[in-house]
DNA sequence: TGAAAAAGTTAAACTAGATTAACTTTTTTT
DNA sequence: AAAAAAAGTTAATCTAGTTTAACTTTTTCA
């Protein structure tokens, strides 16, 4: 793969772990770059999660679809961070989410196929995989805490002040969706943050 | 520490990897064996969590207290599962969580000072706790999921067929506090199940 | 540039679950 | 075995957030 287009990652990775010239090119061999369309999708729920993808640029929602057919947003991926199934891509089951580009996106794709070679061709990639996914399920866990203690408004003011970047990106339904509440209450919600 | 202690511990691990007998034995040299009262603390919040505990025998509960002082439980451990704040352990911050002991409980603790040395001497260690975190996360992305889109009595339903053990020894009103809800309205829903 | 589609707002009626408080049952301790 | 503490129940009242529906604003695209 072509090294420019993966620069964003190599440098992401070298915050974690330091890659020698050669380890970066096993890297490189063992990766994909690619590029979606706003609209696209790159996993669909019922579809085996083949690639865990890391974002160069452009925005993602992953999300599924409930019985009534009401759509419920697990995150959002922008720039530098991940998006996959993980569930699916574990196990290599069916998916329970859908993977969708809100703006046209690039990405870095591991493959499921390869990666546990990359592992063992570069155990330091198995390290910085370890620590991301601890620190993706750090953020998980806290976000079960926010929702246990924290009324509606206090999820969406920390959401927007940890979030900043992605509230001016993103229609506020889905925001809405993210935290959990209909479209209608965040409409109140904010209504009620502009008189305070 | 003596083998017959871990003996659970290392059939855990070797259904994830296979371990030689000298890693088991590198293991055992980097792990500590201990035995807790019901009712004591493994960990209290604001302290910095230094051990991964993989329970032998026993049970615990994770939680956190709020501004109000009302306790929200984050997980149950009993054999064979963890007790940790891995955001604590991680990067040695003070903890959001205290654990403690719901019956007497014996437990395999892995010290932050050894495990990074662990993972060297024995990389299919930093291969297993790879896929331990990842299950982990999957399930907390799952109970988010549940939260978004089941109703209390749904969650409790799901709770009591995928641990119909842990229901039995545990009082109801922890299980209300894992659920999010309040342990009247758990006698509630209990109440309207007999009926159906 | 103008029409249609998508996104956001407002308000009334409704509901799942919380709160409060009095009470019963079970467990623990002496 | 009695007393006290802990756990669980029931019911009335309350509230955060949903639902429904009509409306306005913004964006998209022919």
């Known amino acids: ?16 772990v ?7 090119s096993t890297l490189l061999s ?9 609209g696209q999708y790159i996993l ?32 959002f991926s922008i720039e530098d961070w991940w998006a996959a199934d993980m569930g699916s891509f574990i196990d290599q089951t069916p998916a329970d989410f859908n993977i969708q580009c809100l703006e046209n996106t690039e990405l870095v794709m591991f493959s499921y ?25 750090i953020a998980s866990q806290k976000r079960i805490v926010r929702n246990f203690s924290l ?13 900043p970047e992605i509230e001016q990106r993103i229609p506020q339904y889905m925001i809405a969706s993210y935290l959990g509440i209909t479209k209608e209450f965040l409409s ?6 502009a008189l305070e």
Chains 1, 2 share one sequence.
């Open 113 to 137: 196929d390869t990666i546990e070679d990359l592992y063992i061709k570069v155990p330091k990639l198995e390290r910085f995989f370890r620590r991301i996914i601890e620190k993706a399920f």
């Open 151 to 163: 009324t509606a408004k206090e999820q969406y003011l920390h959401f927007r002040q940890q979030y």
């Open 188 to 193: 109140k919600i904010k209504s009620q943050l």
């Open 30 to 38: 063992h990766i994909t770059f690619r590029k979606y369309l706003k």
């Open 18 to 24: 330091s890659l020698t010239k050669e380890e970066e």
């Open 1 to 16: 793969m072509d090294i420019q287009k993966a620069q964003p990652l190599l440098d992401y990775i070298n915050k974690h």
């Open 44 to 75: 669909q729920q019922g579809d085996i999660c083949r690639y865990e993808c890391y974002v160069i640029s452009g925005c993602t929602k992953t999300f599924y679809l409930d019985d009534d057919g009401q759509e419920h947003i697990i995150m």
